[in-house]
């Protein structure tokens, strides 16, 4: 494991000293605060210094904590598909990515009450710079991908992290949680990177077929869909720099706001769909298509595929797509006082003398209803 050092999640015999370094920072103060409201601080921390291991801390702390978070901001977690997971076998789990830190913790607290094993999941190095930050990743089972690196470097932390999901999956038999794409979908559109996927890939047997390794993998798609996205605000700058063609430039301290944010604002409902595992179906891929670069844009294709068509399409993405087009197209799937909710927020938080800006707000929200309307059209002509 000494290749992964720069990486990897706290084993379990360095809980106790990792417990050690943050019990008494004011930010854990303030997380188990708002985790366990009624209870005095001597009865989290006499729980947490008997805490020894990472699924101890999981269970104990962050697994109420989340559900805190749910209870105040939300209207409330509903899952599907979790059925076709088996108790004792590992996936890789590539999800679109609407939120920091939510979409994980969300996905393994319904892993949790479904009786299966939490995962070890993704995040970038960006995220944990702070020393405190970097604890509690480590304590919740996260792996860092380094961000922002020439390409030579690039190319061995690409390495490193790919054979640590290999080794996750196929030696640990560890769920792994992955998003399609490097940084949060901000525009709607999920789409799948076929450099997460090249990445991926690299920890292959010598000669082995990169659609047989995948098969390895038991990659599984997750499809996650909040009601109102708690940082739809946040992602405007990004949105109307991109519409300008303009190059983004983050602001100091802006992901760690985004996080926060994403965990205390409101959210509505959350609905997690977990997807049909893909070895049929990548099978069929190395039948019907032939060369490599064909093979792995049909890899891709398949994953947001299964995303886009395990998507809940709640009230507001179809309140958006009607205002965007200027049409009552999906009239019957929402009520008079769900759209006056959401033109409230929609005129509060977005210019309207802004005509960049309005068009979007309202993609970010309406493009899962063309999406998936545009699959499930695909999918009718072929039958």
């Given at each position: 494991m000494s290749e992964f050092e720069e990486i990897r999640p706290y084993y379990d015999t360095e809980v106790d000293q990792a417990i050690k370094e943050i019990i008494h920072h004011p930010m854990l103060k303030a997380m188990m605060n708002y985790t366990f409201p009624d209870k005095p601080d001597e009865y989290w921390m006499d729980l947490m210094v008997h805490c020894h291991s990472i699924r101890d801390f999981q269970i104990n702390f962050i697994y109420p904590g989340i559900k805190k978070v749910l209870e105040i901001s939300s209207s409330g977690l509903s899952t599907s598909g979790f059925e076709k997971l088996e108790k004792n076998t590992a996936y890789l789990f590539i999800s679109n990515h609407r939120d920091i830190i939510l979409d994980t913790s969300l996905l393994n607290a319904a892993l949790y009450e479904h009786g299966l094993k939490m995962t070890t999941s993704a995040i970038g190095d960006n995220l944990v710079r702070k020393p405190f930050l970097r604890h509690l990743s480590r304590l919740t089972r996260n792996f860092t991908i380094k961000?922002?690196?020439?390409?030579?470097?690039?190319?061995?932390?690409?390495?490193?992290?790919?054979?640590?999901?290999?080794?996750?999956?196929?030696?640990?038999?560890?769920?792994?949680?992955?998003?399609?794409?490097?940084?949060?979908?901000?525009?709607?559109?999920?789409?799948?990177?076929?450099?997460?996927?090249?990445?991926?890939?690299?920890?292959?047997?010598?000669?082995?077929?990169?659609?047989?390794?995948?098969?390895?993998?038991?990659?599984?798609?997750?499809?996650?869909?909040?009601?109102?996205?708690?940082?739809?605000?946040?992602?405007?700058?990004?949105?109307?720099?991109?519409?300008?063609?303009?190059?983004?430039?983050?602001?100091?301290?802006?992901?760690?706001?985004?996080?926060?944010?994403?965990?205390?604002?409101?959210?509505?409902?959350?609905?997690?769909?977990?997807?049909?595992?893909?070895?049929?179906?990548?099978?069929?891929?190395?039948?019907?298509?032939?060369g490599s670069v064909k093979q792995m844009q049909a890899l891709a294709d398949l994953i947001d595929r299964q995303i886009i068509l395990g998507y809940e399409l709640w009230p507001t993405k179809y309140i958006a797509a009607d205002l965007l087009t200027g049409e009552e197209t999906h009239g019957h799937y929402y009520s008079f006082e769900q759209k006056e909710k959401f033109m409230r927020r929609f005129e509060k938080i977005v210019d309207q003398e802004n005509p960049l800006a309005k068009e979007s707000f309202l993609a970010m929200y309406a493009n899962p209803v063309f999406n998936k309307e545009r699959i499930l059209k695909e999918v009718n002509t072929q039958q």
């Open positions: 961000r922002g690196l020439p390409a030579r470097e690039l190319l061995e932390s690409s390495k490193t992290v790919s054979a640590y999901i290999r080794y996750s999956l196929l030696r640990e038999n560890r769920s792994v949680w992955i998003a399609q794409r490097e940084g949060r979908t901000k525009d709607g559109n999920d789409v799948t990177h076929k450099g997460v996927l090249k990445m991926i890939s690299m920890a292959g047997d010598s000669g082995e077929h990169f659609l047989d390794y995948f098969k390895r993998l038991n990659v599984v798609p997750v499809s996650i869909s909040y009601e109102y996205d708690p940082t739809d605000v946040l992602k405007m700058p990004e949105l109307l720099a991109k519409a300008r063609q303009e190059t983004y430039v983050k602001g100091e301290n802006e992901d760690f706001h985004t996080l926060l944010n994403g965990i205390m604002g409101q959210k509505g409902n959350i609905h997690i769909h977990i997807g049909d595992p893909l070895n049929p179906a990548i099978t069929n891929i190395g039948e019907t298509h032939s």
